[in-house]
């Protein structure tokens, strides 16, 4: 009988990390922990589901360094987090300036581990967890042209505003806007094949409610527990 290549199922959440046991909540002057459950939802997520967790934890995690800079980071942890195993991505930004000065991701899965860390240090480069940040920092109105760390590449892309949702956050009604992120294609250029979409509150916070990351025909879905 065929079996699904493992390799390609780890692909799919390689863009997307894990948390530890569950942290307390964070005063604001000390950094920001938001709670997320995630799911595998799509096609090929139905199959990867036969091989692995289709569902589980994730914290996007915010927290200031003493130079100044924040480190942002989200994690994903399959079930319980049984073994140890996680996905995590992160990445050390300059707020004054909003450069990425570092980004790295690992992940422990099924006995296999792999890790990338790398110097940015560029204005406009983001990876997955800053460019959250940088989003809640800064909507974009119009279209925007980013560069995005991704597994140890840069890639140009495209931010796109779309439209509003009205939801409910902490039991009153906010209304929610889409950000889009998709690859730039340009002839000198590696495209980026990675998909994320954000829906960010109203709120000071421009909390996320939902983050969705798609691979193929995947998409990595989290959505900010209650």
Do not use: N
């Not at 390689?14 to 307390?24: E, H, N």
């Not at 692995?52 to 399959?78: I, N």
């Not at 319980?80 to 996680?86: L, R, S, T």
């Not at 294609?185 to 980026?192: A, G, L």
Request: hydrophobic share 40%.
């Amino acid at each position: 009988m065929r079996r699904t290549p493992v390799g390609l199922l780890l692909f799919l959440l390689l863009l997307l990390p894990a948390p530890p046991a569950r942290p307390a909540t964070v005063p604001a002057a000390a950094g920001e922990v938001l709670h997320y459950r995630w799911r595998l939802q799509g096609l090929l997520g139905g199959v990867a589901g036969l091989f692995l967790p289709r569902q589980g934890e994730a914290t996007l995690c915010q927290r200031p360094l003493e130079s100044g800079h924040q480190v942002s980071e989200l994690y994903l942890v399959a079930g319980h987090g049984e073994d140890g195993q996680f996905f995590r991505y992160g990445a050390e930004i300059d707020p004054a300036s909003g450069v990425t000065v570092r980004a790295w991701s690992s992940y422990r899965w099924r006995g296999e581990a792999k890790a990338r860390e790398a110097e940015v240090g560029q204005a406009g480069v983001i990876d997955i967890a800053s460019g959250i940040q940088a989003l809640r920092r800064d909507p974009p109105t119009g279209t925007r042209v980013l560069e995005i760390w991704s597994d140890g590449r840069v890639y140009p892309v495209l931010v796109l505003p779309g439209a509003t949702r009205r939801q409910l956050l902490r039991g009153e009604p906010v209304t929610v806007r889409a950000y889009s992120i998709r690859g730039l294609s340009r002839p000198e250029r590696r495209t980026w094949k990675g998909r994320l979409d954000l829906w960010l509150a109203d709120d000071p916070a421009a909390t996320p409610m939902e983050i969705r990351v798609q691979r193929s025909l995947a998409d990595l879905v989290l959505t900010l527990a209650p």
